[in-house]
């Protein structure tokens, strides 16, 4: 005789022990890779751009900062802000810098994961919202094109990162307020503006992915079943909105953006071949991404928990359709949307540290359709047509094996990478320590020893002591000149 599923099960969200060890064990092993992740961040030095910045900013403070590069080289003016602050934090602040960010990023992910799980399902399933964002996360390290340069870099991770970890911030409120139905008042609003204008000043990537994420947001806002439910909702998402067009516009008018694109390689492109480069780019990203197995374990995942949680009616397969469908066409809008602003401003492809949007886009896709596709096999569950406890614990094996195998990957290419890793940081502390006597001893001229970057495509110091890096650590270490052997 088989055995069915309990209905107190699918009542109160008290699930089989099978489940429960799954998502611990899960849990677990996730923790380990995402810890791997952070081991590697230890390596993490100042490259490049964070020398011009941070000598700007050791010597004439955080004001002067975001005016001299707003002026004279971008309109980004939250990205010079934040760089700075981490420089003068302390040579301290450096290799934590990368597990500060994800550890930031991780515990937004899991609070909003709360709020969505309380619209969703009505409760918060705390240990569902830590695994949904672990998942999230590492599968966001896994499919970077380039993560030195996305997470590791300091200017790269405050420019393509750390907006994230304001736009999940933003989302959790608007969640929270959607699960309270109840209206935000002044300190949320204030609070949703500043975070969107905060993220619309770190890049200009960002900045447009974002307007276009808030306008769809506001599109969906004004539907009859969401104006019907949530008629404020519109202005909480309209106060985002402003802040991401207010900020845009700052980044828009900075005329630092002039003198950068006076440096740009080649002619401007035709909108007609900028929208089909795009659109190229991003539809191939989406189907090789798709076929990375933390998309298909994000989708997966996502959808196991919605049998678990889900507790409306089950679509139709003409809703079901309809709704994979909007998911796919937005998909391919956000990813196509983070191509476009390069190609309109630097006449080519985006360097591959740019491409977090595209990434971002693609795991709330996979999410959002495993959401789909268990919201209309849980009914056929509490049917009992296949309630079989037997199921939803291989279920639950699968989940818990499957991050066992994705984290014995991560860690293992992680521990891999660490020779190099200690490499590059025994030769940047050698290097820093030859200037720092330099300056001490009054030297004025500093020849340094070049230093192995692997697979980081940043400019390192070169013979010439005019040349912008070189420059740029000069000043940092208050010398007149460097040279690399």
């Not at 709360?114 to 399933?125: I, K, T």
């Not at 998942?135 to 094109?145: A, D, E, K, T």
């Not at 492809?349 to 949007?357: I, M």
Request: with cysteine.
């Amino acid at each position: 005789m088989t055995r069915r599923l309990p209905d107190p099960w699918f009542a109160t969200g008290t699930w089989p022990t099978s489940v429960s060890i799954a998502i611990a064990v899960a849990i677990g092993v996730l923790g380990i890779a995402l810890a791997a992740h952070a081991v590697s961040g230890l390596s993490t030095r100042y490259w490049a751009d964070d020398f011009c910045t941070g000598s700007i900013a050791r010597t004439s403070g955080l004001a002067a900062v975001v005016v001299e590069w707003y002026v004279g080289w971008t309109g980004s003016y939250s990205k010079e802000f934040f760089v700075s602050l981490v420089v003068l934090l302390g040579p301290w602040a450096m290799p934590l810098w990368a597990t500060m960010l994800g550890g930031s990023w991780l515990v937004a992910l899991a609070w909003t994961g709360v709020q969505l799980n309380r619209l969703l399902a009505g409760r918060p399933f705390l240990p569902v919202a830590v695994l949904m964002a672990e998942v999230f996360l590492l599968g966001y390290l896994r499919l970077l094109p380039n993560r030195m340069e996305s997470f590791y870099w300091i200017m790269g991770s405050v420019s393509y990162t750390l907006p994230f970890v304001f736009l999940t911030i933003l989302a959790g409120i608007v969640l929270e307020r959607l699960a309270s139905r109840e209206r935000a008042g002044r300190i949320r609003l204030a609070a949703c503006f500043g975070l969107a204008f905060v993220a619309a000043g770190l890049t200009e990537s960002f900045m447009a992915w974002q307007v276009g994420v808030l306008f769809l947001a506001l599109v969906a806002s004004r539907l009859p079943g969401a104006r019907l439910r949530w008629p404020w909702l519109t202005q909480l998402l309209l106060a985002a909105f402003a802040g991401a067009a207010i900020g845009g516009l700052i980044v828009a008018v900075a005329p630092g953006n002039l003198v950068r694109t006076g440096v740009t390689p080649g002619p401007p492109l035709a909108l007609t071949e900028v929208i089909g480069r795009s659109l190229s780019d991003g539809l191939w990203f989406i189907v090789t991404g798709l076929a990375n197995p933390m998309t298909l374990m994000s989708g997966g995942l996502a959808g196991f928990l919605a049998v678990l949680l889900y507790k409306g009616p089950r679509p139709s397969p003409r809703r079901l359709v309809t709704a994979a469908t909007v998911v796919a066409a937005l998909a391919v809008a956000l990813v196509v949307a983070s191509y476009i602003p390069p190609y309109l401003a630097i006449h080519r492809d985006p360097p591959a540290r740019a491409l977090t949007t595209a990434v971002v886009s693609l795991l709330a896709a996979a999410a959002a359709w495993g959401c789909i596709g268990g919201a209309w096999v849980r009914p056929l569950v509490v049917e009992r047509r296949r309630g079989l406890l037997s199921v939803v614990s291989a279920a639950s094996f699968a989940v818990a094996v499957g991050a066992c195998l994705v984290a014995a990957t991560s860690v293992r290419a992680e521990l891999g990478r660490q020779p190099d890793l200690a490499q590059f940081a025994a030769a940047w502390e050698a290097r820093d320590r030859e200037l720092t006597r330099a300056q001490a001893d009054g030297r004025q001229s500093v020849t340094v020893q070049s230093i192995p970057m692997f697979t980081v495509a940043l400019a390192e110091p070169t013979g010439d002591p005019s040349f912008w890096v070189n420059g740029c650590i000069a000043r940092f270490y208050g010398v007149d000149k460097v040279v690399a052997r």
